[in-house]
């Protein structure tokens, strides 16, 4: 198996960090959780970069994904979550690009796997706005998959993932037990059964206005400002894992 994994944060594994500060993330684990379960070495490509649109993630990430010697076998898509962060989203054109992505990939005789993101509405400022085009996209997607006959992970409806113990103190991304939930949702998806943690107690946030202010002056604050600047939390990153890894069966 060559796997390739295409996306944003979601996908590069930002909250899941090793003792080094390197993300690992679901996409990881699953490469790792595909191999232990065949008992072969499975190549492995990471090309997601944190802050990236679909458009970045179906364009010049899907164009790199294809271009990979030898091909990939199969390929993750999830992409959307920034566009959502958007002072206006295009839920249609999201869907068009997504479609383009599918026949690409259906073209090339690649095995594709459509992923929803996490839900992140709860905690979120502007978080019903947040959930409902989540949901609007998440429902496109699933309709797309449906359509054309591919694998639909639907980690956006994981009630589970949504409770706080799975994400990072940003509250927008998952942290380490939310990337193993996401990663056992992928793997049960792929036919790896059993692969999905056992629910766990989600931790008690910080709560009170001194907690409150020192969310916003640590993450959302940073946040604005990049967007004022036109910047981007990615902006001269590289992929982690741009060429073929090998994973090994353990």
């Not at 590069?12 to 379960?37: F, H, N």
């Not at 994904?65 to 076998?73: E, R, V």
């Not at 206005?209 to 969310?215: D, F, H, I, V």
Request: a positive charge.
């Amino acid at each position: 198996m060559r796997y390739v994994a295409i996306g944003d944060s979601f996908t590069e594994g930002v909250g899941d960090e090793d003792a080094a500060g390197v993300p690992r993330g679901w996409a990881d684990r699953v490469a790792a959780g595909l191999a232990g379960a065949s008992g072969e070495p499975v190549h492995y490509a990471n090309l997601a970069v944190r802050g990236r649109l679909l458009a970045d993630v179906v364009g010049p990430q899907l164009d790199a994904a294809l271009a990979l010697d030898p091909a990939p076998t199969l390929i993750t898509l999830n992409g959307g979550g920034n566009d959502m962060l958007r002072p206006r989203t295009d839920v249609d054109g999201l869907a068009a690009l997504t479609a383009r992505a599918v026949d690409r990939c259906a073209a090339a005789g690649v095995r594709l796997v459509l992923l929803s993101g996490a839900d992140p509405s709860d905690r979120l400022p502007l978080g019903r706005v947040v959930h409902r085009r989540g949901a609007e996209l998440s429902a496109t997607v699933r309709t797309l998959a449906t359509a054309r006959g591919l694998t639909f992970v639907d980690v956006f409806g994981d009630a589970e993932i949504r409770r706080p113990g799975y994400w990072s103190d940003d509250r927008l991304h998952l942290g380490t037990p939310g990337h193993l939930r996401a990663a056992g949702l992928v793997l049960e998806a792929l036919g790896v059964r059993g692969a999905t943690p056992a629910t766990t107690v989600a931790t008690t946030p910080p709560t009170g206005p001194a907690a409150g202010l020192a969310y916003y002056r640590a993450h959302v604050l940073p946040w604005v400002g990049r967007r004022l600047r036109g910047r981007s939390s990615g902006d001269g990153r590289p992929a982690k894992a741009p060429a073929w890894t090998v994973v090994p069966a353990r």
